[in-house]
């Protein structure tokens, strides 16, 4: 049975789930008639609506990670981040910008921490945000100031981490 978008039957959650086009991208509504504006007028109203999302998205994120940071429901390390990240854990990924982070995957495919300059290895922390994203959550890029502690890298999780710890396969190892 195909049901449409605008049907009265269809409950609100399962039109969100099955028509996400249909809601609206930001709160308020740029007034006018788009089809009547230039691309760059458009742009013009369109700008100081979604920065003030964007911003309120990050405060509020870096809001969530601050009181969830000494809890299993966040963390700050970040290989256990991008072993989360893999398993669709992440529900939000804080990173700030440039930080990178070279790992090696040891013979079992396991990450370590590495030297920048070491020729395999691979940015973990850009890792974790493309996995965030891949599984449905989000990445904010901020700077070092906003971090809500003196990492570079914050993540809060879908589920408390003891949920999905013993599944690693990534982890952190001194060098």
């Not at 974790?128 to 989000?138: C, L, Y």
């Not at 971090?147 to 599944?167: D, I, V």
Request: charge should be negative.
């Amino acid at each position: 049975m195909l049901i449409h978008p605008n049907s009265k039957n269809l409950p609100q959650r399962a039109e969100r789930t099955l028509f996400p086009s249909t809601r609206p991208c930001v709160d308020e509504p740029i007034g006018g008639n788009p089809d009547e504006m230039s691309p760059d007028e458009l742009k013009q109203q369109a700008a100081p609506i979604v920065n003030a999302m964007l911003l309120k998205r990050r405060s509020t994120a870096i809001e969530k990670y601050a009181e969830k940071a000494h809890t299993d429901w966040a963390s700050d390390d970040p290989l256990e981040i991008c072993r989360a990240a893999a398993m669709g854990q992440v529900e939000t990924l804080l990173i700030v910008e440039g930080f990178t982070c070279p790992a090696t995957r040891d013979k079992d495919g396991r990450f370590e921490l590495a030297n920048e300059q070491s020729p395999e290895a691979t940015d973990v922390a850009n890792l974790a945000a493309i996995e965030t994203i891949r599984n449905g959550g989000v990445a904010i890029s901020i700077a070092s100031e906003e971090m809500p502690n003196e990492k570079q890298l914050a993540a809060t999780y879908r589920s408390p981490a003891s949920q999905f710890a013993g599944q690693s396969t990534i982890h952190n190892q001194s060098q």
